[in-house]
């Protein structure tokens, strides 16, 4: 295995300032999981395309052989805890958790171990997926909608993921919602140990060990992508940190270190130190409690041409797939000739596919393109999907009152860049004529007509609500007059 210990070679690897190749998106993505968590998992960490790091030292040591000694090991618990103790973000969760009413105690009835479970498992999923700042507001808002476990069971998927909108991965809060209905059916008792909670479906091994250590106190370790910073510059491990070895390793040292006594402050502690001291490109070493037993400070200050932030070696991310999709959006006004702000329309809304991206949530009607295409071209399809799915032909049964381009808009998601190409379609029925809604394609497609109102107060995807914003500020700068005499629409560009 090519592995080194940096205090003997000096390697510098594909580290910090010697590697400066990097894409923007790649840093970027870095960067924004220096306080997000990151779950790393023991049994499945992240693939990349990239090959591994090279690494330009012989071995002196194999991953096996860090360790943590005891009094390594109690030395960083102490100091930890006490930086912790002076220092922890006053967080609702935490309140939940730790106030003295629902303290640890060993008569603590079912209710209050389901409070505590249930607000750490609510707020770890959320925080994996934005910052604390951002979790806070959600947090709140959710655990007013559903304060237990027996509330969230009760909940339908559409609700969750309303309440859910602007979070993304909206997988993570499905699993919530049916991991909380499954352990409403099993009984109601909220696991303990890691090894039931791993039983419930989506809690992984991350989300196991934060409900267990914090909300029940089992000595159990939690690695997220800021533990994993910390303990690379603590050993100065120069393997590539997504290596499911180094994963499995670094897994092992967290469990040296967590305290058997506060285990869930602890490692709140080590996430919460990665997510502000030991940040990913400014450490501030001078005031980080743990820097006696620092190894990749001690080897920067052996040596300048090392540097703390070399540790964990950066390995670049999966390249995104790009993909391009034409997006309608279908306003359908009354079928009185009223136009502007007094006119009542309605917007159409498709409910995706119950499996895949974006799994069962409302979006304008969209056709996805093979490859980037023309205004023309994209018309085309989307006139065909229009027809087959909703039997609007534009050319016969409604008039086309305007059709107008408005951009663009990239939507980034882990691995896939998504081009949007974004239409207005303004549509009225012919005559008194209403659309022929017994055609519509039922069988296949789940979709509904929403107003404006009910849309601005909807819980839409950040990209959809995009996209609707987009179209609001066009109208706008358009002062909400519609050209309702264009018999040919106009091909704005
Ligand atoms: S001394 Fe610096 S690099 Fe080391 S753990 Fe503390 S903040 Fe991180």
Not at 24 to 46: C, H, N, Q, V, Y
Not at 176 to 184: I, P, Y
Not at 307 to 317: A, N
Request: proline fraction near 4%.
């Amino acid at each position: 295995m090519q592995l080194a210990i940096c205090s003997h070679f000096q390697t510098h690897c594909l580290a910090g300032k010697h590697n400066r190749h990097y894409s923007l998106s790649s840093m970027d993505a870095i960067g924004a999981g220096a306080e997000k968590r990151t779950a790393i998992s023991k049994k499945r960490p992240r693939r990349t395309t990239q090959p591994k790091p090279k690494i330009e030292v012989p071995t002196s040591g194999d991953i096996e052989d860090f360790s943590f000694s005891k009094d390594e090991a109690l030395q960083i618990r102490a100091s930890l805890l006490e930086w912790y103790d002076n220092n922890q973000r006053d967080l609702p969760w935490r309140r939940i958790s730790s106030s003295s009413s629902c303290g640890f105690k060993e008569e603590d009835d079912d209710d209050e171990r389901e409070k505590r479970g249930y607000a750490v498992w609510v707020s770890e999923v959320m925080l994996q997926q934005t910052r604390v700042s951002t979790v806070i507001d959600y947090f709140n808002r959710w655990m007013n909608k559903w304060p237990t476990l027996h509330h969230l069971a009760q909940a339908s998927l559409e609700e969750v993921n309303e309440m859910w909108a602007g979070l993304g991965y909206y997988r993570r809060a499905r699993f919530l919602l049916e991991g909380a209905k499954e352990v409403v059916e099993q009984g109601g008792t909220f696991p303990e140990t890691v090894s039931d909670l791993r039983n419930i479906k989506g809690i992984g091994e991350y989300t196991a060990g934060a409900i267990s250590s914090i909300a029940f106190k089992k000595a159990v370790p939690v690695v997220d992508g800021n533990v994993v910073r910390v303990i690379s510059r603590l050993k100065a491990i120069s393997a590539n940190p997504k290596d499911a070895a180094t994963v499995k390793k670094i897994w092992k040292l967290a469990g040296q270190l967590v305290d058997p006594f506060r285990p869930g402050d602890f490692n709140q502690a080590l996430m919460e130190l990665g997510a502000t001291l030991c940040s990913l490109s400014n450490p501030g070493c001078a005031a980080c409690p743990i820097s006696a037993q620092c190894h990749a400070l001690s080897l920067s200050r052996q040596n300048e041409s090392v540097h703390v932030t070399d540790y964990p070696i950066k390995v670049m991310k999966a390249k995104q797939r790009h993909e391009f999709s034409a997006v309608s959006v279908v306003e359908i006004l009354d079928c009185q000739e009223t136009i502007g702000p007094q006119s009542s329309s309605k917007f159409i809304l498709v409910k995706r596919p119950n499996k895949g991206l974006l799994a069962g949530l409302w979006e304008f009607p969209s056709v996805l393109l093979e490859k980037e295409a023309d205004l023309a071209s994209r018309r085309i399809a989307i006139d065909k999907f229009l027809q087959s799915s909703f039997n609007l032909d534009l050319k016969e049964s409604i008039r086309i009152v305007s059709r107008e381009y408005i951009g663009e808009y990239v939507h980034v998601f882990s691995h896939i860049r998504l081009k949007m190409y974004i239409e207005l379609l303004v549509l009225r029925p012919k005559g008194n004529r209403s659309i022929d809604y017994k055609k519509r394609d039922k069988e296949s497609m789940t979709w509904k007509y929403v107003d404006s109102k009910n849309l601005d107060s909807m819980g839409l995807t950040s990209g959809v609500r995009k996209v609707y914003n987009m179209v609001q500020k066009h109208k706008q700068t358009d002062q909400g007059t519609i050209p309702e005499r264009r018999r040919k629409p106009a091909l704005r560009r």
